[in-house]
């Protein structure tokens, strides 16, 4: 069956350290990669989207990299400030329809 | 304003009622969804519209029915609540014809809790 896996522990980092989240998924062959950042009680906001046939995305303090041999993703927030501190959901198009989400990593970034 | 809105935000009902959520959204998307959220679990799809005369199944549909009224408007009912779907519930939109690559956009979520 498919499967998406995220890092499944809470990630606790210091303020100015990189965080690096994983991304793993299983019988998929994704055309591209969204991620999202959720803060709590609040929905999912779009970050990061990659395509198959790209390496890495940046967005300002945030990288993306797509390894189609590896079905693996992975999400790096660099400089990272308390501010960072939310759950990221990686979620992959399983066909027309269906966007199938990871069940998230906490980050959380100590002053 | 926000693009994508959700009422009510948080409500408590008990076993065997009846109860709607209302989503709108002013983004001019034609695709919209309901997931629901439970901790560990991740996002769950309930069902989806592509368009005010396209509605579908997700993956957690049983229990659930929904209503897409205009373009804009996608509604969320609980035929007869039962103490396991109380959940954090989302809707979501995107755009067809936009990138082609489905973001979805979410309302704020409404908190269920069913006794």
């Known amino acids: 069956s498919q499967k998406i896996e995220q890092n499944s522990e809470a990630l606790n980092i210091q303020e100015g350290k990189t965080a690096t989240l994983t991304c793993n998924y299983t019988?998929?062959?994704?055309?591209?990669l969204q991620w999202y950042r959720q803060d709590p009680g609040r929905g999912p906001v779009f970050l990061l989207l990659?395509?198959?046939?790209?390496k890495e995305k940046r967005k300002e303090r945030l990288k993306v990299t797509f390894d189609t041999t590896l079905k693996q993703s992975l999400f790096h927030i660099t400089a990272s400030q308390p501010a960072d501190s939310a759950t990221y959901l990686c979620?992959?198009?399983?066909?027309?329809?269906?966007?199938?989400f990871g069940a998230g990593t906490t980050v959380t970034v100590r002053a | 304003d926000a693009d994508v809105t959700q009422t009510p935000r948080n409500r408590i009902t008990k076993t065997g009622k009846r109860i709607m959520l209302e989503c709108s959204q002013t983004?001019?998307?034609?695709?919209m969804y309901w997931y629901r959220q439970d901790p560990g679990l991740g996002l769950r799809l309930i069902y989806y519209?592509?368009?005010?005369?396209?509605?579908n199944k997700g993956e957690i549909s049983d229990g659930y029915s929904v209503s897409r009224q205009a373009q804009a408007k996608f509604s969320l009912s609980l035929e007869s609540a039962i103490p396991n779907q109380t959940a954090l519930y989302f809707c979501?939109?995107?755009?067809?014809?936009?990138?082609?690559?489905?973001?979805?956009?979410f309302g704020p979520g409404t908190r269920l809790t069913v006794l």
């Open positions: 979620a992959l198009k399983l066909n027309d329809y269906k966007l199938s």
């Open positions: 979501a939109t995107s755009d067809s014809q936009g990138t082609g690559t489905d973001t979805q956009y």
């Open positions: 519209s592509f368009d005010v005369k396209d509605i």
């Open positions: 983004k001019g998307h034609d695709r």
């Open positions: 019988n998929y062959s994704p055309a591209y």
């Open positions: 990659i395509r198959e046939n790209e």
